[in-house]
Nanobody, 128 residues
Framework: QVQLVESGGGLVQAGGSLRLSCAAS????????MGWFRQAPGKEREFVAA????????YYADSVKGRFTISRDNAKNTVYLRMNSLKPEDTAAYYCAAARIYLTGSHAYTERARYDYWGQGTQVTVSS
């Protein structure tokens, strides 16, 4: 069992930056793939970014490519999402997720069903 706790959300003006953190506990993550998803009111939860713990391979949604960066810290068992040049359309609840296996391919990274564990979410609000 893996527990995921997100933090770092808040209110920011358009063009600003935030860094989200996802602290994992319960197991070592050496074989896991970690992802960030987001859900705006009235919309489905959508993929944002993912990273494979074993080799740092990353994948991003087109809507955030070049603005967001996913990274990990082995010592802290934590995954980060650095968000720059934020836009009002980035407003959503952001969720951290963990897949027990080594995901590969864009389809696998983006599919919610591939992820086994989810955090409670942290709210990001971008004002115009």
């Amino acid at each position: 069992q893996v527990q995921l706790v997100e933090s770092g959300g808040g209110l920011v003006q358009a063009g600003g930056s935030l860094r989200l953190s996802c602290a994992a506990s319960g197991r070592t993550l050496s074989t896991y793939t970690m992802g960030w998803f987001r859900q705006a009111p009235g919309k489905e939860r959508e993929f944002v970014a993912a990273i494979r713990w074993s080799d740092d391979n990353t994948y991003y949604a087109d809507s955030v490519k070049g603005r967001f960066t996913i990274s990990r810290d082995n010592a802290k068992n934590t995954v980060y999402l650095r968000m720059n040049s934020l836009k009002p359309e980035d407003t959503a609840a952001y969720y951290c997720a963990a897949a027990r296996i080594y995901l590969t391919g864009s389809h696998a990274y983006t599919e919610r069903a591939r992820y086994d564990y989810w955090g409670q979410g942290t709210q990001v609000t971008v004002s115009s």
